[in-house]
């Protein structure tokens, strides 16, 4: 697969060359993905199943100048599908892959998410019998297929150009995400919120095919993933908390959520203990926080004595295990428990922010 994957790429340059026919559309649609073009482009031709590798191709020509757009959807081996990590594999030995024939100086190189769809982007320039041209290449991965987006052009100026981007953030794909996790199965109480959660950039894997469900979530990894659903906002300068140094990866993060009273130290001590596990009812104390930051209704409330341990909810939580029952934002245990004082897993949190997400709105 992987083989015929690279193959693909090395006859891109020379189909984007040849094809020149002109018929008129603003926008295509197929059974694998929604695309919105300018006026100016016209497709020129479309297939299914055109050759032994492609589920799909499409080529789309604009009119007012030397740009090809190529879209190609492969199907994702059953046993061993495609990563990230593999993609970037290939963008490292694109001159390999082009040949001796073309030379090629990369221009960008960078992970993309278009869409909740994550992939690679790849940009370079190269000569081809005297002609200089310049290839921008996304690869996204779905949960069946890759899918591969290809602008060819001789004007530099169309890379990065303002229609360029409508182009590709126009993309759809008509295919679940692909959610990399070894660890994560479909039939896990927890699937759909990982696959929320990690398609909205909120909560990432420990790397390409480990998410770590059952392991505890800390402090501060809770504190960063509300961080993202903010957008990461840059937020230099040092912490209030003494243990919080400002050389670490969720040292931003931490003096965002302080500086907007989203989180605070432990009573009395200006010690935010990162690396502590966090429990549930601080879970829901934080995105309590959160809401009234985003001003968010946080006055709704719910009676917590169908649940078997309403009492070991802590006085300072209370009111938060309140309004996030009655929002939604935790519904309990199947043994009727809360279990406010037990360390929240990442499967958990996940469940939360998901909750959250769709029920108090980001």
Same mark, same amino acid.
């Given at each position: 697969?992987?083989?015929?994957?690279?193959?693909? /790429?090395?006859?891109?340059?020379?189909?984007?060359?040849?094809?020149?026919?002109?018929?008129?559309?603003?926008?295509?649609?197929?059974?694998?993905?929604?695309?919105?073009?300018?006026?100016?482009?016209?497709?020129? &031709?479309?297939?299914?199943?055109?050759?032994?590798?492609?589920?799909?191709?499409?080529?789309?020509?604009?009119?007012?100048?030397?740009?090809?757009?190529?879209?190609?959807?492969?199907?994702?081996?059953?046993?061993?599908?495609?990563?990230?990590?593999?993609?970037?594999?290939?963008?490292?030995?694109?001159?390999?892959?082009?040949?001796?024939?073309?030379?090629?100086?990369? /221009?960008?190189?960078?992970?993309?998410?278009?869409?909740?769809?994550?992939?690679?982007?790849?940009?370079?320039?190269?000569?081809?019998?005297?002609?200089?041209?310049?290839?921008?290449?996304?690869?996204?991965?779905?949960?069946?297929?890759?899918?591969?987006?290809?602008?060819?052009?001789?004007?530099?100026?169309?890379?990065?150009?303002?229609?360029?981007?409508?182009?590709?953030?126009?993309?759809?794909?008509?295919?679940?995400?692909?959610?990399?996790?070894?660890?994560?199965?479909?039939?896990?109480?927890?699937?759909?919120?990982?696959?929320?959660?990690? &398609?909205?950039?909120?909560?990432?894997?420990?790397?390409?095919?480990?998410?770590?469900?059952?392991?505890?979530?800390?402090?501060?990894?809770?504190?960063?993933?509300?961080?993202?659903?903010?957008?990461?906002?840059?937020?230099?300068?040092?912490?209030?908390?003494?243990?919080?140094?400002?050389?670490?990866?969720?040292?931003?993060?931490?003096?965002?959520?302080?500086?907007?009273?989203?989180?605070?130290?432990?009573?009395?001590?200006?010690?935010?203990?990162?690396?502590?596990?966090?429990?549930?009812?601080?879970?829901?104390?934080?995105?309590?926080?959160?809401?009234?930051?985003?001003?968010?209704?946080?006055?709704?409330?719910?009676? /917590?004595?169908?649940?078997?341990?309403?009492?070991?909810?802590?006085?300072?939580?209370?009111?938060?295990?309140?309004?996030?029952?009655?929002?939604?934002?935790?519904?309990?245990?199947?043994?009727?428990?809360?279990?406010?004082?037990?360390?929240?897993?990442?499967?958990?949190?996940?469940?939360?922010?998901?909750?959250?997400?769709?029920?108090?709105?980001?």
């Amino acid at each position: 697969m992987r083989k015929k994957f690279v193959m693909i /790429l090395i006859v891109l340059l020379i189909t984007v060359m040849v094809l020149d026919l002109k018929i008129f559309a603003k926008s295509y649609s197929s059974t694998y993905f929604n695309i919105t073009i300018p006026d100016s482009y016209s497709k020129a &031709s479309t297939s299914n199943d055109s050759n032994q590798y492609s589920e799909d191709y499409t080529n789309l020509k604009w009119n007012g100048g030397y740009v090809n757009i190529d879209i190609y959807v492969l199907k994702q081996p059953a046993e061993n599908p495609f990563t990230t990590s593999d993609i970037n594999n290939d963008a490292n030995n694109i001159q390999k892959t082009l040949g001796s024939s073309v030379a090629c100086s990369i /221009l960008h190189k960078d992970l993309v998410n278009i869409n909740g769809h994550k992939g690679k982007r790849l940009t370079y320039s190269g000569t081809f019998d005297k002609t200089t041209f310049y290839e921008d290449e996304y690869t996204l991965l779905s949960q069946k297929y890759i899918y591969c987006i290809n602008f060819t052009t001789d004007k530099k100026e169309f890379i990065d150009s303002t229609e360029q981007k409508s182009i590709i953030s126009s993309f759809k794909i008509l295919d679940s995400v692909f959610l990399p996790f070894k660890d994560v199965k479909s039939s896990s109480w927890y699937y759909n919120a990982v696959l929320y959660t990690y &398609s909205n950039g909120i909560i990432a894997g420990y790397n390409d095919t480990t998410f770590a469900p059952n392991d505890k979530l800390t402090r501060a990894m809770l504190v960063t993933i509300i961080y993202r659903m903010e957008g990461s906002q840059n937020n230099d300068g040092k912490s209030k908390f003494s243990d919080v140094p400002s050389n670490e990866w969720y040292s931003k993060a931490i003096k965002w959520a302080s500086n907007c009273n989203i989180i605070h130290g432990y009573d009395r001590t200006t010690r935010f203990g990162p690396n502590d596990n966090i429990t549930r009812e601080d879970v829901v104390v934080i995105l309590k926080n959160y809401a009234s930051f985003k001003k968010k209704n946080v006055n709704q409330t719910a009676s /917590l004595s169908k649940f078997s341990d309403y009492n070991k909810v802590d006085n300072y939580a209370n009111s938060a295990m309140q309004w996030a029952v009655k929002t939604g934002v935790i519904t309990g245990n199947d043994n009727g428990t809360l279990d406010p004082r037990g360390n929240a897993t990442r499967a958990e949190a996940a469940a939360m922010i998901q909750k959250y997400c769709n029920k108090v709105g980001r």
